[in-house]
């Protein structure tokens, strides 16, 4: 059985930092695209950040290029998002998935679309004060 677990999250000021992390297991993240998204309240969720595990590279939205950083630890199954410099409009739910689309040659194409998304994390709070 795959399982994503996110780790975390919490309430944290406006200019602080928090660090999540997207554990997987019964997968190897070497061959997926790995992304993080986030849905606020009365929101649709949203793709903020992407890598391809297998060469590192990453793919941001604006909102968070700059401030927000994706990366993976290939021995410990593991994908980071640093976020840095937080900001109210920050706060929500946020979400790592895995897709095997990360093997094709345009994937930033599809790395904020959910439909290209095979498996999906809980989700873990993200709040932050002003």
């Known amino acids: 059985e795959v399982q994503l677990v996110e780790s975390g999250g919490g309430l944290v000021q406006a200019g602080g930092s928090l660090k999540l992390s997207c554990a997987a297991s019964g997968l190897t993240f070497d061959n997926y695209a790995v992304g993080w998204f986030r849905q606020a309240p009365g929101k649709e969720r949203e793709g903020i950040a992407c890598?391809?595990?297998?060469?590192?590279?990453?793919y941001y939205e604006d909102s968070v290029e700059g401030r927000f950083t994706v990366s993976s630890d290939n021995a410990k199954n593991t994908v980071y998002l640093q976020m840095n410099s937080l900001k109210p409009e920050d706060t929500a739910v946020y979400y790592c998935?895995?897709?095997?689309?990360?093997?094709?040659?345009?994937?930033?194409?599809?790395?904020?679309?959910?439909?290209?998304?095979?498996?999906w994390g809980q989700g873990t709070q993200v709040t932050v004060s002003a």
């Open positions: 998935g895995a897709g095997v689309f990360g093997l094709l040659r345009l994937w930033v194409l599809s790395a904020f679309k959910i439909s290209e998304y095979d498996y």
């Open positions: 890598i391809r595990v297998s060469d590192g590279r990453t």
